[in-house]
């Protein structure tokens, strides 16, 4: 971080109740060109086309002039691109692209919020934080879950999170810390901003914030820390008489109780909570399920951040709490890669082979996680058979064996999905106390 951000990291660290002034005034050139080094130069334009080689040609008097126009307060925040990509049920996801400027802008106002609010968040948060990831949420619920006197897992799914968040709830939870009228103003023009559909139609939201959007993840850590951790943290676990524990990252989160009861009684609570501040409950994927190593069954499940938890016995007799790819992200691989390559297999092997060993070390890099081997060695297989079928169509006769395609791989340095040990950074004497204690 910068000193100037160092400092407000400080004193939110050692003032919990301060109300921070003169924040906007933090937008100087230096924190904006700080805001494009942490931007994702590869992310897609937004709705002017502007691409980030082409801002960076003159990237010292473009950071000028925006930052002159937000001193000034003459800077206005543009539309923003909407897209929709696939989901794994066949759904598509709304994304909104905000312009580069803007991007760079809510990058900088995103790692103020972050300054401000690290130290309010609960340990329980792992998404979009730093030092944090998907890994270790994942990898913190499995050992918590083994070692820890759980029974019952109520697994929630909020419908439409991004989209429905409140825009006068998240003011006012920003005002919490905020005491600065410009800032919020500027955070509350990006809400408003109108958005234009592919088929060019506007509309100005009443609700949410874009997913696609710089800001968008700190905005909706702050709006679950105020509407669902403090709650779970400060109503719901002094009632309780057994264990509880909640694992959350963004909107994602499971919570583990020790007793049935209890867990119904959060499970109807949650509804009314969530709903107090827009938000709702999918039905259908929210549930309580019987989570024990004394109950083990696949068929007594549950699914987080992409992978399967069940009990299984070892190969000792032992009960022990397994992940694997769930089936809906196995699903979505197959078709994903089999797609791929049948659009791309008219490419030259130069091309073609080091642009699928990419795709498959980044699904290797999130899934291949230890336990998993089973999913990983099946997905890989059958990327395997999807290529050896797709080069032998690319010409009337037959171009390669089994064995050929191998070799031919091998030459250009394609990796194997097989599994690794996992790169988790994880403190295991805090991790054991974490258990221990029931958290």
């Given at each position: 971080?910068?000193?100037?951000?160092?400092?407000?990291?400080?004193?939110?660290?050692?003032?919990?109740?301060?109300?921070?002034?003169?924040?906007?005034?933090?937008?100087?050139?230096?924190?904006?060109?700080?805001?494009?080094?942490?931007?994702?130069?590869?992310?897609?334009?937004?709705?002017?086309?502007?691409?980030?080689?082409?801002?960076?040609?003159?990237l010292v008097d473009n950071i000028r002039h925006l930052a002159a126009r937000l001193a000034n307060k003459q800077y206005r925040v543009s539309d923003v691109k909407r897209?929709?990509?696939?989901?794994?049920?066949?759904?598509?996801?709304?994304?909104?692209?905000?312009?580069?400027?803007?991007?760079?802008?809510?990058?900088?106002?995103?790692?103020?919020?972050?300054?401000?609010?690290?130290?309010?968040?609960?340990?329980?948060?792992?998404?979009?934080?730093?030092?944090?990831?998907?890994?270790?949420?994942?990898?913190?619920?499995?050992?918590?879950?083994?070692?820890?006197?759980?029974?019952?897992?109520?697994?929630?799914?909020?419908?439409?999170?991004?989209?429905?968040?409140?825009?006068?709830?998240?003011?006012?939870?920003?005002?919490?810390?905020?005491?600065?009228?410009?800032?919020?103003?500027?955070?509350?023009?990006?809400?408003?901003?109108?958005?234009?559909?592919?088929?060019?139609?506007?509309?100005?939201?009443?609700?949410?914030?874009?997913?696609?959007?710089?800001?968008?993840?700190?905005?909706?850590?702050?709006?679950?820390?105020?509407?669902?951790?403090?709650w779970f943290e400060k109503q719901i676990k002094p009632r309780l008489q057994g264990h509880a524990m909640l694992i959350r990252y963004a909107d994602d989160f499971v919570?583990?109780?020790?007793?049935?009861?209890?867990?119904?009684?959060?499970?109807?609570?949650?509804?009314?909570?969530?709903?107090?501040?827009?938000?709702?409950?999918?039905?259908?994927?929210?549930?309580?399920?019987?989570?024990?190593?004394?109950?083990?069954?696949?068929?007594?499940?549950?699914?987080?951040?992409?992978?399967?938890?069940?009990?299984?016995?070892?190969?000792?007799?032992?009960?022990?709490?397994?992940?694997?790819?769930?089936?809906?992200?196995?699903?979505?691989?197959?078709?994903?890669?089999?797609?791929?390559?049948?659009?791309?297999?008219?490419?030259?092997?130069?091309?073609?082979?080091?642009?699928?060993?990419?795709?498959?070390?980044?699904?290797?890099?999130?899934?291949?996680?230890?336990?998993?081997?089973?999913?990983?060695?099946?997905?890989?297989?059958?990327?395997?058979?999807?290529?050896?079928?797709?080069?032998?169509?690319?010409?009337?006769?037959?171009?390669?064996?089994?064995?050929?395609?191998?070799?031919?791989?091998?030459?250009?340095?394609?990796?194997?999905?097989?599994?690794?040990?996992?790169?988790?950074?994880?403190?295991?004497?805090?991790?054991?106390?974490?258990?221990?204690?029931?958290?």
């Amino acid at each position: 971080m910068t000193t100037e951000l160092n400092a407000i990291a400080f004193k939110a660290q050692t003032h919990r109740k301060h109300r921070f002034q003169n924040l906007y005034g933090q937008l100087t050139a230096k924190s904006l060109f700080q805001g494009w080094l942490n931007l994702n130069k590869s992310s897609a334009a937004g709705i002017d086309g502007m691409t980030s080689s082409v801002y960076e040609a003159q990237l010292v008097d473009n950071i000028r002039h925006l930052a002159a126009r937000l001193a000034n307060k003459q800077y206005r925040v543009s539309d923003v691109k909407r897209v929709y990509i696939p989901k794994a049920n066949g759904k598509q996801r709304p994304l909104g692209l905000p312009t580069l400027e803007d991007k760079i802008v809510q990058q900088s106002v995103s790692d103020i919020l972050q300054s401000l609010w690290e130290p309010e968040f609960k340990r329980f948060s792992y998404g979009y934080r730093p030092n944090k990831s998907a890994h270790q949420a994942v990898h913190s619920l499995q050992m918590n879950l083994q070692y820890g006197s759980y029974g019952y897992v109520v697994e929630a799914d909020i419908k439409g999170f991004f989209d429905n968040m409140n825009h006068t709830w998240l003011l006012k939870m920003l005002s919490q810390k905020v005491e600065d009228q410009a800032l919020l103003n500027l955070i509350n023009q990006w809400l408003k901003a109108r958005v234009v559909e592919p088929d060019g139609k506007k509309h100005k939201p009443q609700a949410g914030t874009p997913q696609g959007g710089v800001i968008s993840p700190i905005l909706a850590n702050i709006y679950l820390h105020y509407a669902l951790d403090l709650w779970f943290e400060k109503q719901i676990k002094p009632r309780l008489q057994g264990h509880a524990m909640l694992i959350r990252y963004a909107d994602d989160f499971v919570v583990a109780f020790q007793y049935k009861d209890e867990a119904k009684m959060f499970y109807r609570a949650l509804s009314s909570r969530l709903n107090k501040f827009n938000l709702e409950l999918a039905a259908d994927k929210t549930s309580i399920k019987r989570f024990s190593r004394f109950y083990l069954s696949q068929a007594s499940h549950f699914e987080f951040l992409g992978f399967r938890l069940y009990w299984e016995a070892d190969f000792k007799g032992e009960a022990r709490v397994r992940r694997e790819t769930s089936p809906k992200k196995h699903r979505l691989a197959l078709s994903t890669f089999y797609q791929w390559i049948k659009v791309n297999r008219h490419k030259r092997l130069n091309n073609l082979i080091p642009a699928l060993n990419r795709k498959v070390q980044g699904f290797r890099n999130y899934f291949a996680l230890s336990g998993n081997s089973r999913s990983i060695d099946n997905i890989l297989d059958r990327i395997l058979k999807s290529l050896l079928k797709w080069l032998n169509r690319r010409s009337q006769r037959k171009s390669f064996t089994w064995k050929g395609m191998k070799s031919m791989l091998k030459h250009f340095g394609f990796q194997s999905m097989r599994v690794r040990k996992p790169r988790v950074v994880v403190d295991w004497y805090d991790e054991r106390a974490y258990v221990l204690h029931g958290q």
